[in-house]
């Protein structure tokens, strides 16, 4: 019997010695891996943090407006006549942008001049505004006898700034507020929301000489 109890006991201890390494090493990993998690979770955090910081950056300094933005600096545009203009923070402007490649689209665009070119003795300032080539824009403001001034976007900077994505669009700058952008979609919807932002904007305002 007290044989037996030895070689249990014998057995154990063997056991202990041969477990003891495993138990050591596995703490060992445990406490490595514990380390580099958190080593991980710095780093990550960091990251977040920096993620946030340029995030912020990239919306202080968008290069598009959207409605409710407001003008920060005058933009200017150069007329097909030659002239430079600016629209300016302390004016009124419905900026309408066509292309000379679509019939469809210059007949919308002067159905809106027609609705809203009233308020032009009021002080709206109505510019079409178009990439086209000059003299594209030349034969089409000859041929339909255009109404409207025309301005020749000639880098697309007006289309990227007002995020143009499809024409005709309008784009309504009351006082330098963006009041209303609307694209070939949504034009016949929000005429009438046009039309009552023009008709706020200048109500009680006598006609310009």
Sequence with gaps: MKK?????????LKSWWLVLPLLVLSSWWGYKNYHQFEQCQAINQKLMDELKK????VRAQK???EEGDRLSTPLPLS??????????????????????GCPACLEIALDVYGKVHRYEEKGLRIISISRNLVEELVDMTS??????????DTTGQLHRLFQIDGLPSVVFIEHGVIKLKAN?????????ELKEMILAAFVGQPSRP
Aim: glycine share 6%; no cysteine.
């Design 4 to 12: 037996l109890k030895l070689k249990v006991k014998a057995g154990l």
């Design 54 to 57: 340029v995030s912020g950056q």
């Design 63 to 65: 290069r598009f407006l």
């Design 79 to 100: 007329l097909l006549d030659g002239q430079l203009v600016k629209i300016e923070p302390d004016e009124t402007y419905l900026l309408i942008f066509i292309s000379t």
């Design 143 to 152: 041929a339909r006898n255009w109404p409207m001034a025309v301005a020749h």
């Design 184 to 192: 070939t979609l949504s034009i016949d919807r929000r005429l009438p």
